[in-house]
């Protein structure tokens, strides 16, 4: 009979009630794998779109959610000698949660090459916080965008994981920030770096960017919302302008005025990528030095996983909520 651990299980597609934590096989790793004793996951809007069926799971149900984990190295799978029993280590390994079981649970297995050392003075909690949503803003303004110094960015959904790491970026990459959120939220977001912060119900949020930027425009927009905002991130450009879309948070089919992009010479440009191992690294380095902080609402115990996804359902989280095993809370 297998050895049992405990995980959330979805069994079936649905709300943060499908999620149940109960008793789960325990996973054994593969040749070239290890197994990790799990010490920190965190919840991203991907896993809410795989719980409730926007996005496929790429296995049959039941089936663990969780994408980003850090946790220690508790068994190596045939031919791994690349780590030890007992190191401190967060996973870049995008099947994870997907193709297969994820980190919501207190084991899971990943390859040995998709594992990276956590810098001495950095918590599970915080190494876990980064993977996903770090590494999504950093492809998307580093990579992708080209960021430079001097720029006018305006960053969408700026207390969501991934905007408080875009304005975290931002800032240290020299660039005037305009963060769009939610008003209760401004001061959060300026203690990250953003000069200023709009609410995002404003009617005439538009208008307010021209004006915060001389009337010159955004040169670059960073948009995780999608369908209610695009059309309105073409209209806060400036001349040779250009919008980097890393997220559909209002869905993915959005509206545009065509004729403003030409007259603008405005570029949209998609954004999705696999981190670099020498970016992720230096990131994780970064961290360590306190160039960027992890930005974490909440660390719950792993049993309250359906919590956690119905705080982020009611856009009530700033940053990112980890999830940690029960008793460590």
């Not at 297969?100 to 084991?107: K, L, P, Q, S, V």
């Not at 050392?117 to 993977?131: Q, T, V």
């Not at 997220?247 to 603008?264: C, F, H, N, Q």
Request: proline share 5%; glycine share 10%; hydrophobic share 50%.
């Amino acid at each position: 009979m297998s050895e049992m651990m405990s995980a959330v299980v979805m069994h079936e597609r649905g709300g943060p009630e499908v999620l149940r934590y109960e008793p789960f096989p325990k996973p054994a790793p593969a040749p070239g794998e290890v197994l990790l004793r799990v010490r920190a996951a965190t919840v991203n809007h991907t896993d809410l779109f795989h719980r409730s069926g926007r996005f496929f799971i790429q296995k049959p149900l039941p089936h663990v959610l969780g994408m980003d984990v850090a946790g220690e190295v508790a068994a190596l799978g045939a031919g791994v000698t690349e780590v030890a029993p007992g190191d401190r280590v967060v996973a870049t390994f995008e099947a994870l949660g997907r193709e297969r079981d994820g980190a919501y649970a207190a084991f899971t297995t990943v390859p040995v090459a998709q594992l990276h050392r956590i810098p001495p003075g950095l918590s599970f909690e915080a190494a876990a916080s980064i993977r996903l949503a770090f590494t999504t803003a950093w492809i998307g303004l580093v990579v992708n965008a080209r960021i430079g110094a001097g720029e006018r960015v305006v960053v969408h959904a700026a207390s969501s994981g991934v905007g408080a790491s875009a304005v975290q970026i931002a800032r240290w990459k020299g660039a005037r920030v305009i963060a769009v959120s939610e008003a209760s939220k401004a001061e959060r977001i300026r203690a990250l770096g953003a000069d200023l912060v709009l609410d995002r119900d404003d009617p005439e949020l538009e208008r307010h960017v021209h004006e915060a930027t001389g009337g010159q425009g955004a040169t670059l927009v960073v948009d995780l919302v999608g369908r209610t905002t695009l059309r309105r991130s073409i209209a806060m450009l400036a001349r040779r302008g250009r919008v980097v879309c890393i997220g559909t948070l209002s869905g993915d089919i959005a509206e545009i005025d065509v004729m403003e992009l030409i007259m603008k010479s405005g570029t949209i440009l998609g954004s999705f990528d696999v981190i670099a191992p020498a970016d992720f690294d230096r990131i994780l380095g970064l961290f360590a030095a306190g160039t960027f902080q992890p930005v974490i609402d909440a660390v719950l115990p792993l049993s309250e996983a359906r919590r956690a996804h119905e705080r982020i359902e009611a856009k009530a989280a700033f940053g990112k909520i980890v999830l940690v095993p029960d008793g460590a809370a």
